[in-house]
Nanobody, 128 residues
Framework: LQLVESGGGLVQPGGSLRLSCVGI????????VGWYRQAPGKEREAVSC????????YYADAVKGRFSISRDDAKDTVYLQMNKLEPGDTGVYYC??????????????????????WGQGTQVTVSS
């Protein structure tokens, strides 16, 4: 299983972007998928996560009320809708299969052994 991110870009503060994460090689149906970001000089941090069948979601405090995660299992795709973007949202955004099965609970932890490799990510830059 490999996940490929897309949808990043340069946007002004207050703007919106929608990131996509497409699964390749295996169905995403049984995986919880998380979005993570890394800003220059900082550690990778959890942004959001969605469980199998979207039963539960997780959002970092910094993005609550602004970001929304969703999944379309028919397309093996997970989306991250980002609204009211702030300069602090700048970074490279990655998605990985964070957990397997319905019992996996999304959290703010960055998985040390995800079920898919870390990819190239997609750059998000929020600047005027």
């Amino acid at each position: 299983l490999q996940l490929v991110e897309s949808g990043g870009g340069l946007v002004q503060p207050g703007g919106s972007l929608r990131l996509s994460c497409v699964g390749i090689g295996e169905s995403l149906d049984y995986f919880a998928v998380g979005w993570y970001r890394q800003a220059p000089g900082k550690e990778r941090e959890a942004v959001s996560c969605i469980s199998v069948r979207a039963d539960t979601t997780y959002y970092a405090d910094a993005v609550k009320g602004r970001f929304s995660i969703s999944r379309d299992d028919a397309k093996d795709t997970v989306y991250l809708q980002m609204n009211k973007l702030e300069p602090g949202d700048t970074g490279v955004y990655y998605c990985v299969a964070a957990g397997l099965g319905q019992t996996y609970s999304c959290s703010g932890q960055v998985p040390s052994h995800p079920f898919s490799p870390w990819g190239q990510g997609t750059q998000v830059t929020v600047s005027s």
